[in-house]
């Protein structure tokens, strides 16, 4: 007696229609598509959590479980290996170093008389240490040199070089650089408010330079890491700064840092006015500018942002917005933003 078989008019109970299928199938793709959209739209922030800060004096860096002492001048002397250099300035010279299978920066002070500006630097290193500056990781006062994190991807001046790479195709998006053009902010918004007070990068009197402040880490975030120049803007008592003692030219420093009685009167340092930090927030569209490059959909975000630049370019300082109040408008661009191309890409499912 032969096996009774489904036939192509009726239906086993393990069987469905094939409609039903193609709408599971539908439905299961949808889910798939908007995590991907959701990862693409990585919520401003970064992956570092307090919970992973190290009490001061201490630090943990790469692949590290547990926090470690910051390293003394003898740890330094023996236990660091030095083996190229990579880069150097006014006050230091930096060597890519080797420290127990991590990779290292090793600066080392040039000249001795700048030794105040490297120990200022160094101050700063040590009070600052958060989510938004470089991990220090050791120092010798008496050698004149600081060990910190070895960022491989450089200074964020490197950032065009670094994105044209085919690997890193996936990264060079508006809201990627958007992103970093955020922590740019938050950067300059926790040096307004930091534990020391009101810092101003000072090292900034035009765009290459800028960027040279700051590193591009491996997971493209932005840490500061020149902290030579940074000083004190304090309200209360009315002290205000200058950045450095010779003239500054061009549009890219704010007007109040030129010399105001003309080209017929020599500049004479103690003659040229002090001026506060709103110094920095002049120079925030052209960083950002700079950060969202000329990718498909940069020109979008630099109309969505033009009010807040033209707020941050009032040649009165007080009219400028707070670092505070741009991070604030960038968030909420790209949260629009964001949700609008979400919202399209639904709509067309």
Same mark, same amino acid.
């Given at each position: &007696?032969?096996?009774?078989?489904?036939?192509?008019?009726? #239906?086993?109970?393990? +069987? /469905?229609?094939?409609? !039903?299928?193609? %709408?599971?199938?539908?439905?299961?793709?949808?889910?798939?598509?908007?995590?991907?959209?959701?990862?693409?739209?990585?919520?401003?922030?970064?992956?570092?959590?307090?919970?992973?800060?190290?009490?001061?004096?201490?630090?943990? &860096?790469?692949?590290?479980?547990?926090?470690?002492?910051? #390293?003394?001048?003898? +740890? /330094?002397?023996?236990? !660091?290996?030095? %083996?190229?250099?990579?880069?150097?300035?006014?006050?230091?010279?930096?060597?890519?170093?080797?420290?127990?299978?991590?990779?290292?920066?090793?600066?080392?002070?040039?000249?001795?008389?700048?030794?105040?500006?490297?120990?200022?630097?160094?101050?700063?290193?040590?009070?600052?240490?958060?989510?938004?500056?470089?991990? /220090?990781?050791?120092?010798?006062?008496?050698?004149?040199?600081?060990?910190?994190?070895?960022?491989?991807?450089?200074?964020?001046?490197?950032?065009?070089?670094?994105?044209?790479?085919?690997?890193?195709?996936?990264?060079?998006?508006?809201?990627?650089?958007?992103?970093?053009?955020?922590?740019?902010?938050?950067?300059?918004?926790?040096?307004?408010?930091?534990? /020391?007070?009101?810092?101003?990068?000072?090292?900034?009197?035009?765009?290459?330079?800028?960027?040279?402040?700051?590193?591009?880490?491996?997971?493209?975030?932005?840490?500061?890491?020149?902290?030579?120049?940074?000083?004190?803007?304090?309200?209360?008592?009315?002290?205000?700064?200058?950045?450095?003692?010779?003239?500054?030219?061009?549009?890219?420093?704010?007007?109040?840092?030129?010399?105001?009685?003309?080209?017929?009167?020599?500049?004479?340092?103690?003659?040229?006015?002090?001026?506060?930090?709103?110094?920095?927030?002049?120079?925030?569209?052209?960083?950002?500018?700079?950060?969202?490059?000329?990718?498909?959909?940069?020109?979008?975000?630099?109309?969505?942002?033009?009010?807040?630049?033209?707020?941050?370019?009032?040649?009165?300082?007080?009219?400028?917005?707070?670092?505070?109040?741009?991070?604030?408008?960038?968030?909420?661009?790209?949260?629009?933003?964001?949700?609008?191309?979400?919202?399209?890409?639904?709509?067309?499912?």
């Amino acid at each position: &007696m032969r096996q009774q078989h489904g036939t192509r008019n009726g #239906l086993t109970h393990r +069987e /469905l229609p094939r409609g !039903v299928g193609l %709408l599971l199938a539908m439905a299961l793709m949808n889910v798939a598509l908007y995590l991907c959209l959701d990862q693409l739209f990585i919520s401003p922030g970064r992956s570092t959590t307090d919970s992973r800060r190290c009490p001061p004096g201490y630090f943990r &860096m790469g692949r590290m479980r547990n926090c470690s002492r910051w #390293l003394s001048c003898e +740890e /330094l002397r023996t236990e !660091v290996r030095q %083996l190229k250099r990579v880069g150097e300035g006014a006050v230091k010279r930096v060597f890519l170093s080797e420290w127990k299978e991590h990779k290292v920066a090793l600066s080392r002070l040039t000249r001795l008389e700048m030794k105040e500006d490297f120990l200022h630097g160094l101050q700063m290193l040590k009070s600052l240490q958060s989510e938004h500056v470089v991990t /220090l990781v050791g120092y010798c006062e008496e050698d004149g040199t600081i060990l910190t994190e070895y960022h491989p991807l450089g200074s964020l001046s490197n950032l065009e070089e670094t994105l044209n790479l085919s690997k890193y195709q996936d990264v060079n998006t508006w809201q990627h650089r958007l992103q970093l053009a955020m922590e740019y902010v938050s950067i300059i918004n926790y040096l307004h408010h930091s534990p /020391l007070g009101t810092r101003v990068m000072c090292d900034s009197n035009d765009l290459p330079k800028t960027l040279s402040q700051y590193l591009l880490t491996s997971n493209f975030s932005i840490v500061a890491n020149d902290l030579d120049a940074l000083p004190l803007v304090d309200h209360d008592s009315g002290v205000l700064i200058k950045c450095g003692h010779r003239e500054l030219h061009g549009d890219f420093v704010a007007p109040e840092q030129l010399w105001p009685y003309g080209e017929d009167s020599p500049f004479q340092d103690d003659l040229m006015p002090s001026y506060n930090e709103k110094v920095d927030i002049w120079k925030i569209p052209d960083v950002s500018s700079f950060l969202l490059g000329h990718v498909e959909g940069s020109d979008m975000v630099r109309f969505h942002l033009f009010d807040i630049h033209k707020a941050c370019k009032s040649q009165i300082p007080a009219e400028r917005p707070t670092a505070q109040n741009v991070l604030d408008a960038y968030q909420r661009v790209f949260h629009s933003l964001r949700d609008t191309v979400m919202l399209q890409t639904k709509e067309m499912l």
